[in-house]
């Protein structure tokens, strides 16, 4: 398995421009993640579906974020309009989570580095 | 919401100590609790997890502890080697049965030095 998936790895902009960050869990996986990290924030949860419905974006800073999630092998992370402050890596994470509250490890994608000028 | 502490922020040892790194957390639901190493650049990696039915959990150089009555988790590495420098992230799980979610802690950089 490649693993998760993620484009682009590097993303320069201007403010004020669109953002489309891409994902690809691994096959099989239910759950996935976007997180943002940042050395003033830290790791932060953004949104987490299960079975590509959205079950928490509580993590969200505003109406410039959007996540959605089409089909079980594809996420976007969209950020419109851009802002110097959503300069971050953003990573995306999946894994296979079971009912019952059984546990399951989440596996990290590369990551993408968003600088936003 | 959920509180995670962890302690210490930075460590530094010799090569061949051990290292011992806490985590602090306020959800009493809580029931899963991993270590996440970050190497710099790199994803965050599961190293090592225990679960709420278990108190200690070993993996060669590498342990877990855990205190569910005081609600905290520590990290233990022996033998300590230059390729254990890293970030270290705890976080504990909260949320509903089904639908956890994990929360990270503030992260401890560990430098091993030769």
């Known amino acids: 398995d490649a693993g998760v998936i993620q484009s682009p790895r590097h993303e320069v902009t201007e403010m004020g421009q669109e953002v489309t960050l891409r994902c690809k869990p691994i096959?099989?996986?239910?759950?996935l993640f976007w997180y943002r990290q940042t050395m003033m924030r830290g790791l932060e949860l953004l949104i987490y579906?299960?079975?590509?419905?959205?079950?928490?974006d509580s993590g969200m800073p505003e109406d410039r974020f959007s996540a959605k999630m089409p089909n079980a092998s594809f996420s976007t992370l969209k950020i419109q309009p851009s802002e110097p402050r959503d300069s971050a890596v953003y990573f995306c994470?999946?894994?296979?989570?079971?009912?019952?509250?059984?546990?399951?490890?989440?596996?990290f994608g590369p990551g993408t580095r968003l600088t936003v000028l | 919401g959920e509180n995670v502490e962890q302690h210490p922020s930075t460590l530094s040892v010799q090569e061949g100590d051990s290292a011992v790194i806490k985590c602090t957390y306020s959800?009493?639901?809580?029931?899963?609790f991993p270590w996440y190493k970050q190497e710099l650049g790199k994803r965050p990696q599961l190293i090592i997890d225990?679960?709420?039915?278990?108190g200690e959990k070993k993996d060669q150089r590498i342990a877990v502890t855990l205190n569910k009555t005081a609600k905290h988790f520590s990290l233990h590495i022996t033998e300590t080697q230059p390729e254990d420098s890293a970030v270290y992230f705890c976080?504990?799980?909260?949320?509903?049965?089904?639908?956890?979610?994990?929360?990270f802690g503030t992260g401890t950089r560990l430098l091993v030095s030769p």
């Open positions: 994470a999946s894994s296979l989570a079971q009912a019952g509250g059984s546990y399951n490890e989440q596996f």
């Open positions: 096959s099989g996986h239910n759950s």
């Open positions: 579906f299960n079975n590509n419905v959205p079950i928490d």
């Open positions: 959800d009493s639901a809580s029931n899963y």
């Open positions: 225990i679960r709420s039915n278990v």
């Open positions: 976080a504990p799980t909260r949320g509903n049965t089904g639908f956890q979610k994990l929360v």
